[in-house]
T-cell receptor
Framework: GAVVSQHPSWVICKSGTSVKIECRSL??????MFWYRQFPKQSLMLMAT?????????EQGVEKDKFLINHASLTLSTLTVTSAHPEDSSFYIC?????????????FGPGTRLTVT | GQNIDQPTEMTATEGAIVQINCTYQ??????LFWYQQHAGEAPTFLSY??LDGLEEKGRFSSFLSRSKGYSYLLLKELQMKDSASYLC??????????WGAGTKLIIKP
């Protein structure tokens, strides 16, 4: 159990366009979802935390107007990279926690590799 | 500030044992996680420690000392597939996960 999916698994887009990444909890209701970014050979960097039905909490230095997060239901969160630029090319990973009893273990999606040309 | 330290890279031999250390200084403590991440893939959960002591799970064990702000992940009978990055993460007083930079483990035949 506790499976998280992401779509797409990889995407190539042109500079200036927007890209939407979906994160779904397949067999549980996710009380909280997290979005991470990871550049090559670096550790995970938390971008934002979102709870269903409320605005996401962004980490310092992450532009909320550029990285739009929508957590519309207990099983779906989306990250939209608006006006993408080559420096946004990265590995984007979502995770989710399912509440009691495994309140704080984060279940990770497989990640989405974004390349902006 | 909050800080988690772990070695950047370690090398070990197939069949041997390796210990990956993690020290932390965080605002509060609600548990420590170890995750494994293969290159190009998302992290997968290995262990969770909230009480002092050793937790054993097959070839992998994780130890915690809260008074010392210290944990280690012990991998026995190393296999080539264990080559990966190992991430230490601490749940702080706000139940936010603070991540270490990860330890890249290289297994040699």
């Amino acid at each position: 159990g506790a499976v998280v999916s992401q779509h797409p698994s990889w995407v190539i887009c042109k500079s200036g366009t927007s890209v939407k990444i979906e994160c779904r909890s397949l067999d549980f209701q996710a009380t909280t979802m997290f979005w991470y970014r990871q550049f090559p050979k670096q550790s995970l960097m938390l971008m934002a935390t979102s709870n269903e039905g409320s605005k996401a909490t962004y980490e310092q230095g992450v532009e909320k107007d550029k990285f739009l997060i929508n957590h519309a239901s207990l099983t779906l969160s989306t990250l939209t990279v608006t006006s993408a630029h080559p420096e946004d090319s990265s590995f984007y990973i979502c995770s989710a926690t399912q509440g009691e009893p495994d309140t704080y273990e984060q279940y990770f999606g497989p990640g989405t590799r974004l390349t902006v040309t | 500030g909050q800080n988690i330290d772990q070695p950047t890279e370690m090398t070990a031999t197939e069949g041997a044992i390796v210990q990956i250390n993690c020290t932390y200084q965080t605002s509060g403590f609600n548990g420590l996680f170890w995750y494994q991440q293969h290159a190009g893939e998302a992290p997968t959960f290995l262990s969770y420690n909230v009480l002092d002591g050793l937790e054993e799970k097959g070839r992998f064990s994780s130890f915690l000392s809260r008074s010392k702000g210290y944990s280690y992940l012990l991998l026995k009978e190393l296999q080539m597939k264990d080559s990966a990055s190992y991430l230490c993460a601490v749940l702080d007083s706000n139940y936010q996960l603070i991540w270490g930079a990860g330890t890249k483990l290289i297994i040699k035949p």
